[in-house]
């Protein structure tokens, strides 16, 4: 099973690229950050419950669920592997996800670049 988590505020067309290549690794489940956890001022911009149904509808997704942060749904979902976007092979993971794949077995993998990003929508969209 491959775990990906994410906000998936907007969703578009980055997301749904890295969804579709964890889902070609094997079974995409996905935690969908809920509003109260996500930290970025003024958003999200879509309520956890429709970016929950949003991530749902997806072809490839065989379960999403809510979840707190990414510690909250590799519990929740005991994963194989762990997926997160290339863009964090820069930025790095939290040592607290390391750590728990370390220690739970799970493997980290990361999608392939996929340049757009929310926060470039809604600049753009702000003009």
């Known amino acids: 099973m491959i775990l990906c988590c994410g906000v998936f505020d907007l969703l578009h067309i980055a997301h749904v690229r890295h969804l579709k290549q964890a889902s070609d690794w094997g079974e995409l489940v996905v935690g969908v950050t809920r509003d109260l956890y996500v930290g970025k001022n003024g958003r999200p911009i879509i309520p956890e419950s429709e970016r929950l149904e949003l991530v749902r509808s997806l072809k490839f997704v065989s379960d999403a669920k809510l979840c707190n942060d990414s510690i909250d749904a590799l519990i929740m979902f005991e994963p194989?592997?762990?997926?997160?976007?290339?863009?964090?092979?820069?930025?790095?993971?939290?040592?607290?996800?390391?750590?728990?794949?370390?220690?739970?077995?799970?493997e980290i993998r990361f999608t392939k670049h996929n340049p757009q990003t929310t926060t470039q929508i809604i600049e753009r969209i702000k003009g």
């Not at 997160?84 to 799970?106: Q, V």
């Open 80 to 106: 194989d592997i762990f997926c997160k976007g290339h863009d964090y092979r820069k930025k790095g993971l939290l040592d607290s996800e390391i750590a728990y794949c370390k220690a739970h077995d799970i």
